[in-house]
Each structure stands twice: as structure tokens, then as C-alpha cells.
């Protein structure tokens, strides 16, 4: 059990039959009255943001999110299918499942599957991901003191703000949180 007063960021929590994440938190003593705690929670199985006040005192319980690491290995269009590298066995996910998560992941590459209970929710893709470049305008070198940018499509499919100077079949690194471009990538 956790009591309101002992929540932070990145907390996992059961609360009225759902599982939710702690976004934010803010501990408030009001000049009259007792102190709260103000809180935006996401429900990590749907997704939905949402608003909560509690008193300091009241108790939860935390929920534990089983991080596994496996290895992604191709979608046949409907479902995406992963290996477990230590025991081999294997899952399909829904593309449903999925979402975006997979936009900048090569196959045979390793990502967190994320589960609560046994039911799979959420995919954690690596951090930094090197991709090349396979679509995109002429490069060139000029006036780039402003932070021009250009789309560029790497070889997953997704969609990437690049600088000017790159060119296509150039490698470069991407934030997949952001989905932004970080730098090139000498080979």
C-alpha cells in the first residue's frame, strides 16, 4: 500500500479498478482546511489523462509493471510478433496494442514489453535509435544558423525533421520519445 502523500512521478498505483501512472503531483496546504494532494494520473491501458485530488492520509495500492525485454521480430500485417531471447517463447501483439511505439524500430531489435497482471499494454522502444535515411531532398551546405529543417523518410517508414545537409542513405540518430533528429552517425 502507498498513501497519497507518498506519491511521486512515474508511480504506479491501483485506484477504482484501474491502473494509472503518476504524471504529475503537487502536495497543497490551503491557509484554511486540510492539505491534498493534486494529481494528474494516466490509466497506462487506455491512455486517458486524468485529474485527482486526494487527501494525504488516503492509502492505494502500488501496482507492479512487469518490464520484459524482447526482441521484435516482424508484423505480418494484422499482428506484430516478439521473441523473449532468454526463454524463446513468443507473442503476437494488435497493431491496436502496438500504436506508434514500433514507427522507429527495426526488426530483430529489442524493446521493453510492458505488462500488468499478465495483460500486455504498452511497448517501450529503445531510447536512441540509428536509422538511414532512404527518402529526402538534395542536401546542401549554406545558411543552416537558423535551425532550417527539411522531411525525411528513414528506413522504417516514419517521417523525420532533418538539417539541410543531410542527404539520403545517410545514417543518423533519432529520440524516439521526441521523435526528433539528434545527429548524423559516421560510419
Do not use: C, W
Not at 72 to 96: C, K, R, V
Not at 164 to 180: A, H
Request: hydrophobic fraction near 35%.
Amino acid at each position: 500500500m502507498i498513501s497519497a502523500g507518498d506519491l511521486r512521478n512515474g508511480v504506479t498505483m491501483e485506484y477504482e479498478g484501474e491502473v494509472y501512472s503518476v504524471l504529475e503531483f503537487q502536495h497543497v496546504k490551503p491557509g484554511k482546511g486540510a492539505a491534498f494532494v493534486r494529481t494528474r494520473l494516466k490509466n497506462i491501458k487506455t491512455g486517458a489523462v486524468v485529474e485527482k485530488t486526494f487527501r494525504p492520509t488516503e492509502k492505494m495500492s502500488k501496482a507492479h509493471i512487469d518490464r520484459q525485454d524482447m526482441q521484435y521480430l516482424y508484423t505480418d500485417g494484422e499482428l506484430y510478433h516478439f521473441m523473449n531471447n532468454e526463454t524463446f517463447d513468443q507473442i503476437a501483439l494488435n497493431a491496436s496494442d502496438v500504436g506508434d511505439a514500433l514507427k522507429f524500430v527495426k526488426e530483430n531489435e529489442t524493446v521493453k514489453i510492458l505488462s500488468h497482471d499478465g495483460n500486455v499494454f504498452g511497448i517501450e522502444p529503445p531510447l536512441f535509435v540509428e536509422l538511414e535515411i532512404t527518402e529526402t531532398e538534395p542536401g546542401f551546405a549554406g545558411n543552416t544558423a537558423q535551425g532550417a529543417t527539411k522531411p525525411a523518410i528513414v528506413e522504417t517508414g516514419a517521417s523525420v525533421q532533418v538539417p539541410l545537409f543531410i542527404n539520403q542513405g545517410e545514417i543518423i540518430k533519432i529520440d524516439t520519445r521526441t521523435g526528433e533528429y539528434l545527429s548524423r552517425v559516421n560510419n
